[in-house]
C-alpha cells in the first residue's frame, strides 16, 4: 500500500528564518509527486508537481525537490502569510487516478 | 472563470437523516473526484467519476455513500443515513483530463456536522 508520511507535524518560524519541510513516499511506481497548500476552513491550493528524481521547481519563497524516496519543500525567508498547512501527494502508476495524502506540516511564521 | 464550487460549505444533519453534496467542477472539466478529510488526518480519495460513468469507486464506503455525475448537472455524493462518523470535511477536485496533475484543482469543501 502507498505510504507518504510528511515531518514535522507542526512547524514554527521566525519572519525570515529559512527552514525545510520533508515528504517521504513509498511507492512502486511514481507518476507524480504533489505539493498543495491548505488554509483553514478552505480547500487545497495547487502549489508543484515533481515527475521525476533530481526535479526542481520554485515559486517565490518556495522551492520543491525530489527524490527517488523522498520530497523537501524549502521555504527561504518566510513571511506571515506562509502560514498554512502543507501537504503532499503522491500519484502512483498502478492506482488509476487517485491521489495519496500525507496528513500534512502546520507552518506557523511568526512576525 | 470560475474555480470547482461545492455546496453547501457547511452542512448539518441529525443521525439516520440523508447529506447531498454537490461539486459543480471548472469550465471544460470533465473528471470530478471526491475526498474526505476526516478531523486531524489527511485527505482520503473517495470516488472518480466522469460524466455519467463511475471510473473508480474503490475509496467509498461499501454501503450507505454514493456518488454520481450527470450529463447535466453537479456530480452530487450522498450519503445515506448518516453517523457521526460522517462529519468531515468533504473536497471536489475537477480535472479536463484523466491524469490528476496540475490541471486538477479543489474546491472549497463541504463541512458535515452530523449531531
Known amino acids: 500500500e502507498d505510504q507518504v508520511t510528511q515531518s514535522p507535524e507542526a512547524l514554527r518560524l521566525q519572519e525570515g528564518e529559512s527552514s525545510s519541510l520533508n515528504c517521504s513516499y513509498t511507492?512502486?511506481?511514481?507518476?507524480?509527486l504533489f505539493w498543495y497548500r491548505q488554509d483553514p476552513g478552505k480547500g487545497p491550493e495547487f502549489l508543484f508537481t515533481?515527475?521525476?528524481a533530481g526535479e526542481e521547481k520554485e515559486k517565490e519563497r518556495l522551492k520543491a525537490t525530489l527524490t527517488k524516496k523522498e520530497s523537501f519543500l524549502h521555504i527561504t525567508a518566510p513571511k506571515p502569510e506562509d502560514s498554512a498547512t502543507y501537504l503532499c501527494?503522491?500519484?502512483?502508476?498502478?492506482?488509476?487516478?487517485?491521489?495519496?495524502f500525507g496528513e500534512g506540516t502546520q507552518l506557523t511564521v511568526n512576525p | 472563470n470560475a474555480g470547482v464550487m461545492q455546496n453547501p460549505r457547511h452542512l448539518v444533519r441529525r443521525r439516520g437523516q440523508e447529506a447531498r453534496l454537490r461539486c459543480s467542477p471548472m469550465?471544460?472539466?470533465?473528471?470530478v473526484y471526491w475526498y474526505r478529510q476526516l478531523p486531524e488526518e489527511g485527505l482520503k480519495f473517495m470516488v472518480y467519476?466522469?460524466?455519467?460513468?463511475?471510473?473508480?469507486e474503490s475509496g467509498m464506503p461499501k454501503e450507505r455513500f454514493s456518488a454520481e455525475f450527470p450529463k447535466e448537472g453537479p456530480s452530487i455524493l450522498r450519503i445515506q443515513q448518516v453517523v457521526r462518523g460522517d462529519s468531515a470535511a468533504y473536497f471536489c477536485?475537477?480535472?479536463?483530463?484523466?491524469?490528476?496533475?496540475?490541471?486538477?484543482?479543489f474546491g472549497q469543501g463541504t463541512r458535515l456536522t452530523v449531531v
Open positions: 477536485a475537477s480535472s479536463p483530463r484523466l491524469a490528476m496533475n496540475t490541471e486538477a484543482f
Open positions: 501527494a503522491v500519484h502512483e502508476e498502478t492506482s488509476g487516478s487517485r491521489l495519496t
Open positions: 511507492v512502486s511506481g511514481l507518476r507524480g
Open positions: 469550465k471544460g472539466h470533465s473528471h
Open positions: 515533481l515527475y521525476s
Open positions: 467519476l466522469q460524466k455519467e460513468n463511475i471510473i473508480d
